[in-house]
């Protein structure tokens, strides 16, 4: 799992990563103030594209494209609650983290009780 330490607390935020096969994956955070939440965007360069999910607190948020894409997204904050505050990564409150195919493949069998 690596941590992605670049993340502040502007509103609009756009981070790439370096994938295990080489490949740069791309996501975009977005803070919606009136709704209290992060929206995320991913995107790679073997042209995988979701726009607008929603971030919360999940083993794998990409957990449902785990037979197209190799690599997940773990979202988790200090006390289990989903991100709310525009300075929730700022602060270490909330944390993201890529994960490589091994981990990816273990947090779905950690979903599916396996």
Known sequence: MQLIT???GNAY???SYILDDGQ???IVLRFL???G???MDVSDENGFDVKGLFVCCHPNILDKWHNIIKYGINVST???VDPFRQDDFETGYAYISMLNGEET???TDYLNGL
Do not use: N, S, Y
Request: net charge neutral; aromatic share 4%.
């Open 6 to 8: 670049t993340l502040d």
């Open 13 to 15: 935020q756009e981070v």
């Open 24 to 26: 740069k994956a791309t």
């Open 33 to 35: 103030p009136t709704q």
């Open 37 to 39: 939440r992060w929206v």
């Open 78 to 80: 200090t006390d289990g």
């Open 105 to 107: 493949k273990q947090a």
